[in-house]
């Protein structure tokens, strides 16, 4: 089995799910170090009073034993404490007994920049919450506890991968991101940014040019472009080489008793879809969130009058969240990636693949 997470879970229902297969056996894995990514992803200037509700901690339902992986499928269940309020309003069976909590009456509002309006019309769907629910980022905790899996894989092949935020709202620097989400709050407005992933200690082959669905930038892009609120994706220098002469955009190649190595990483890393051994760098743009505390204009779904958008409680930028998602959802397609060229059912296998292949090319991480 390939190296893929299958998600399940809605924002308010009891949990996220996340079933991750084709990690092999042996996988000696660290709950506190998952633990400590669901809480980095909770964190971050700008967040919502819902992450006060929220501790969020991995359980693992199958595929680990004793703490090492089985070479089987890895359960994993990250739950939502904000359920609690809401256990009549979704309920995932016909609830018993008197409505009460939250979620009681139809959502008929959409929001412009959610999946609200797409999504009732798509799926035939009376009330917006049946798609703002599954649609929202809240489901991004699955994929941070199954990038913890893939982080603990990529380790033992010497890889890393780290993501953080380097624009908020146009500003960048600790300070000025700082102050823009201070501003934007005290407009009832919300931003989006910037997030860079470095992934280091890749080896040559990772993708191929084969196939386009081989090609390790497309699958990069695909990855990050599927994740909430992302509307753009570079690898390396991206779009900045479109307006360069070709002199001033590719990365020439040195040689030195170590290997292969380049001065400039204008690719990012990446040539013809495959990785070339240098630092992986990818960055994806988010626009700002849809949930705006000042609604934007939008179309009452029973009248159809002009009306106000939903308004709900709302992150006012989650930039440096999404850093953490990224970094999760770059460690899980480069562990695909790994897998791919490395095969192996036990871990100790896909060591000795590795250290073979390293063995016989002119390189050498640095
Ligand atoms: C989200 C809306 C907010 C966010 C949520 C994503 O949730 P709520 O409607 O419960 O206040 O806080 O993000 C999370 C809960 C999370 O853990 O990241 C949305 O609509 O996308």
Redesign the pocket.
């Known amino acids: 089995m390939p190296f893929v997470l299958t998600t399940a879970g809605e ?2 229902g009891p949990a996220l799910v996340g079933i991750l297969t084709g990690v092999p056996a042996g996988l000696v894995l660290d709950r506190d170090a998952i633990d400590a990514d669901l809480a980095r ?2 964190q971050g200037y700008g ?5 006060r509700i ?1 501790q ?1 901690r991995v359980e693992v339902l199958a595929g680990l034993r004793h703490g090492r992986t089985l070479g089987t499928p890895i359960a994993l269940v990250v739950r939502n404490a ?1 359920h609690e309020n809401w256990r009549w309003g979704m309920s995932p069976w016909p609830p018993e007994g008197e409505p009460a909590g939250k979620g009681k009456e139809a959502v008929t509002l959409p929001r412009p920049g ?1 999946a609200d309006l797409a999504g009732v019309m798509k799926y035939g769907l009376a009330d917006v919450r049946d798609a ?1 629910e599954r ?4 489901h ?2 699955a994929i941070v506890a199954a990038g913890g899996v893939a982080k603990a894989f990529l380790r033992e092949l010497e890889i890393e991968v780290e993501g953080h935020a380097v624009e908020v709202g146009g500003a960048t620097g600790e300070d000025d991101m700082r102050a823009a989400v201070d501003a934007a709050r005290a407009d009832r407005d919300t931003l989006g940014g910037i997030v860079e992933i470095r992934a280091r200690g890749v080896p040559p082959g990772f993708g191929s040019y084969a196939t386009k669905e081989e090609r390790l930038d497309a699958r990069l892009a695909a990855a990050l472009m599927g994740t ?1 609120a992302v509307k753009g994706v570079e690898i390396g220098e991206g779009r900045a080489l479109a307006g360069r002469r070709g002199s001033e955009a590719h990365d020439e190649i040195l040689r030195d008793e170590a290997g292969y190595r380049r001065e400039t990483n204008r690719a990012g890393g990446i040539e013809a879809g495959v990785s070339n051994g240098e630092e992986i760098v990818v960055r994806a743009a988010m626009k700002p ?3 705006l505390m000042r609604a934007l204009r939008s179309a009452d779904l029973e009248t159809g009058e002009p009306a106000q958008a939903l308004v ?4 006012v930028a ?1 930039v440096e ?1 999404l850093a953490i998602v990224a970094e999760a959802c770059v460690a899980l397609e480069l562990a695909h990636a790994a897998r791919e060229k490395f095969g192996g059912d036990a871990m100790d296998d896909v060591r000795a693949a590795r250290r073979a292949y390293v063995e016989r090319i002119p390189w050498s991480p640095r």
């Open positions: 924002s308010h992803r909770q967040r919502s009073p819902r992450q929220e969020d904000d959610h703002l649609a929202s980022a809240r991004t905790a909430q969130l849809p949930t709900e409680r709302s992150d989650a969240a």
